[in-house]
């Protein structure tokens, strides 16, 4: 059976490197309809907010983590990155707006045809008892409608799919499960879109049992699923890889866009 992935992704697992690779080539800027910022209306008021706040700190300054992405460097905004790898009319671009100004990172999905649009890192360090990824998403323009299956991001640990994680929307159900599928849950609460959301991703290990826990959050809006998984033992001496971006084996519906931004990676 075809599968599809809508893929907003942290990986700590073994995977192809065609479509998670490590590198620092960055992407040049580009420029498009963004999301409100901050929850505004997008509008004047808005530019003006990105134009006033360009010139502080970077958020990624004030952050004490193993990885940080905010895609605001001048002129490399996939700095920590490898170049994006697209296909079937997929774009990964980088767009003014997003939570921190100036630049977010944006994916618009070709409906009409299969395709990716990712960009990936690796991840200096292994995976430790506990690894957290922390982001920004904006899911625009996404309908509850006949999708296959769609995946939000992916979060594992080397070792084997078994230990990679998707967030997958299909037939008005969001589920958390691994690549191999052979684990899954269901999200409970309500999946925020079309607005700014916080997307936490906790993996936790020790030598008996393994846990891995999501939530995205936005407003009144929460939904959260957690899954069994790895031991420490397996994978203690695996890398953690980050990537982001869509990919889908089918034609979608409908064409939605997603915005990623403050892309933060713990590890303890």
């Not at 059976?1 to 580009?30: E, I, P």
């Not at 490399?76 to 003014?96: H, K, N, Q, R, W």
Request: aromatic content about 8%; hydrophobic content about 40%; overall charge negative.
């Amino acid at each position: 059976m075809r599968r599809s992935y809508l893929l907003c992704a942290l990986v700590l697992g073994a995977c192809s490197t065609d479509t998670f690779n490590a590198g620092d080539d960055g992407g040049a800027d580009a420029t498009d309809d963004v999301p409100p910022i901050n929850g505004g209306d997008g509008g004047v008021d808005a530019k003006l907010d990105v134009t006033v706040e360009a010139a502080q700190p970077r958020y990624c300054a004030g952050i004490d983590a193993q990885f940080c992405a905010d895609f605001d460097k001048p002129g490399d905004p996939a700095m920590g990155f490898a170049s994006p790898t697209e296909d079937g009319g997929y774009v990964l671009s980088f767009v003014d707006g997003g939570v921190s100004p100036p630049t977010a990172a944006k994916v618009d999905v070709a409906a009409s045809s299969p395709g990716y649009a990712t960009i990936g890192a690796a991840i200096s360090g292994n995976a430790s008892t506990s690894t957290e990824l922390d982001f920004k998403i904006f899911i625009k323009d996404f309908q509850s409608g006949p999708y296959p299956p769609v995946s939000m991001f992916v979060f594992g640990i080397a070792g084997g799919e078994s230990y990679v994680y998707t967030l997958t929307y299909g037939s008005g159900v969001w589920t958390l499960s691994n690549l191999s599928n052979t684990k899954s849950q269901q999200l409970s609460g309500t999946v925020p879109v079309d607005q700014w959301a916080d997307v936490k991703v906790q993996v936790g290990l020790s030598n008996t049992s393994g846990s891995v826990v999501l939530t995205i959050s936005a407003g009144n809006d929460s939904a959260s699923a957690s899954l069994q998984g790895p031991t420490l033992p397996t994978v203690s001496a695996a890398p953690v890889v980050l990537s982001l971006g869509v990919i889908s084996s089918a034609a979608l519906s409908q064409s939605p866009s997603v915005f990623y931004d403050n892309v933060v990676v713990y590890s303890k």
